[in-house]
């Protein structure tokens, strides 16, 4: 069993549509998560972060952690077609920062379509 | 700033060879961090570097090392590959340990080996 899972997708929605991402976590240990989007052909960028649980927001992104079910959630509110990406979520390994050894889930492939 | 820069972008080498990727981090990061992208997976962590020794290790052979030089910048060595090294290798970079920064990601270097 992988420390992280995360549903590859691929998923398609309509423009405006909101976006629900989600990963689960086996190691109840690790504390920080975070969000990236990856476009074709590019690097991660950093999209959300979060320390232990609660939620952030930042626009149209909404951040959540339950560590309780250990299961954490991005949202997209008003999708457009520049949010076609990869989205991968990954925690930072226990006694890390969110700037030491990243554990990614697999990526959920998104497409707006317009 | 030119954020996190890799070299080359793209390489194809032969089975059994020996191969250099290099990084030059963000300015004003002294920490870098380097991962394995299969296709459709998301990202690896290989290793961590912080003035110049390395710093954390995650489950990859001994065939891959890895070096990090005065000014920062970091090289990684892949020796006798085999086809399943094929992947994106990319590169990150951040403050150690800095709570409320982020890792900056370069595009990457995509080897292919054949």
């Known amino acids: 069993q992988k420390e992280v899972e995360q549903d590859p997708g691929p998923l398609s929605v309509p423009e405006g549509a909101i976006v629900s991402l989600n990963c689960t976590y086996s190691?109840?240990?690790?504390?920080?998560f975070m969000w990236y989007r990856q476009y074709s052909r590019k690097g991660p960028e950093l999209l959300m972060y979060?320390?232990?649980?609660g939620n952030k927001e930042d626009g149209r992104f909404t951040a959540q952690v339950d560590k309780s079910s250990k299961y954490i959630s991005l949202f997209i509110r008003d999708s457009q077609p520049s949010d076609s990406a990869t989205y991968l979520c990954?925690?930072?390994?226990?006694?890390?920062?969110?700037?030491?050894?990243?554990?990614f889930g697999q990526g959920t492939t998104l497409q707006v379509k317009p | 700033d030119a954020g996190v820069t890799q070299s080359p972008t793209h390489l194809i080498k032969t089975r059994g060879q020996q191969v250099t990727l290099r990084c030059s981090p963000k300015?004003?990061?002294?920490?870098v961090s380097w991962y394995q992208q299969a296709l459709g997976q998301g990202p690896q962590f290989i290793f961590q570097?912080?003035?110049?020794?390395?710093?954390q290790r995650g489950n990859f052979p001994d065939r891959f090392s890895g070096h990090q030089f005065p000014n920062y910048s970091s090289e990684l060595n892949v020796n006798a590959l085999l086809l399943g090294d094929s992947a994106l290798y990319l590169c990150?970079?951040?403050?150690?340990?800095?709570?409320?920064?982020?890792?900056?990601f370069g595009q990457g270097t995509r080897l292919t080996v054949v």
């Open positions: 990150a970079s951040s403050l150690l340990d800095r709570e409320g920064t982020e890792a900056f």
């Open positions: 190691n109840s240990a690790f504390q920080y």
């Open positions: 979060t320390y232990s649980s």
């Open positions: 990954a925690m930072s390994e226990p006694g890390s920062s969110n700037t030491g050894k990243l554990i």
């Open positions: 300015s004003g990061h002294d920490t």
């Open positions: 570097y912080y003035e110049e020794e390395e710093r």
